[in-house]
């Protein structure tokens, strides 16, 4: 449970890793989530749909995936397919955990500071993990 900015920075990345590995599992053909954005455009799955127990929405440079649970992790990607969030995506995000979490921008940005070895900023205001499936011990912030 997300009590804090950072449990909640790092119970996204640990969500969108678990989304990562769903959608792999249920979608053919899909290595990178940034695959759904091609699978769209050539017509083989359609732009919102549901895909193992995630339920997706393509848009524009990314996509909307709910969980399960209704958690909603939206992620834009880069030209080369990375998966990268704002601030924005987090508070999103943390308004839609079973128990609402809704910090500041300052207290998010905080809080992806304090992740530093784990995130990566890769343009102003924008953050990747810093492994494709990064795993974060959500008690110490650390990788598993």
Do not use: K, Q
Request: aromatic share 6%; hydrophobic share 40%.
């Amino acid at each position: 449970m997300a009590t804090t900015a950072r449990d909640l920075v790092i119970g996204y990345a640990h969500d969108l890793g678990a989304a990562r590995t769903a959608m792999r599992a249920a979608v053919p053909g899909l290595d990178r989530l940034a695959d759904l954005l091609g699978l769209v455009r050539s017509h083989r799955i359609s732009r919102r749909g549901e895909a193992g127990s995630y339920a997706y929405v393509v848009h524009g440079a990314g996509c909307r995936l709910t969980g399960p649970d209704g958690t909603d992790i939206d992620v834009d990607f880069t030209a080369d397919g990375t998966e990268i969030f704002d601030l924005w995506r987090l508070g999103c995000y943390g308004r839609s955990l079973p128990e609402p979490l809704d910090p500041t921008a300052e207290e998010l940005r905080s809080a992806v500071e304090s992740l530093g070895p784990l995130l990566t900023e890769v343009r102003p205001g924008w953050f990747t993990t810093t492994t494709a499936d990064i795993d974060i011990d959500i008690g110490t912030g650390t990788t598993a």
